[in-house]
Nanobody
């Protein structure tokens, strides 16, 4: 049983900042990859950023230089620091994690329920 819990979403003005956090809990042996995705109305879900257990990161071109993903392996958490927010960043943001519950198991994808980020004046 694995659960992802998100926090930090809300309403912010253009140019402002938000910090999203996601904590994974339950039966976890190893988290191979954590990341953030988002989906705006009328659009496909898109990758925002991912981070591996060795801290290698990947950020979407649309957020490079503005968003930074980080993780704490000991606490099984991943954060997304969002700066210089734009109205087009408005979306539901989902936490994702690729997790092995046991060393001999193939990993599975887990998702948080999503948190709304609204950038508006």
């Amino acid at each position: 049983q694995v659960q992802l819990v998100e926090s930090g979403g809300g309403l912010v003005q253009p140019g402002g900042s938000l910090r999203l956090s996601c904590a994974a809990s339950g039966s976890i042996f190893s988290i191979h990859r954590m990341g953030w995705y988002r989906q705006a109305p009328g659009k496909q879900r898109e990758l925002v950023a991912t981070i591996l257990s060795d801290s290698r990161t990947n950020h979407a071109d649309s957020v490079k230089g503005r968003f930074t993903i980080s993780r704490d392996n000991a606490q099984n958490t991943v954060d997304l620091q969002m700066n210089s927010l734009k109205p087009e960043d408005t979306a539901v943001y989902y936490c994702n994690a690729l997790i092995s519950q046991w060393s001999w198991q193939t990993p599975n994808d887990y998702w948080g329920p999503g948190t709304q980020v609204t950038v508006s004046s």
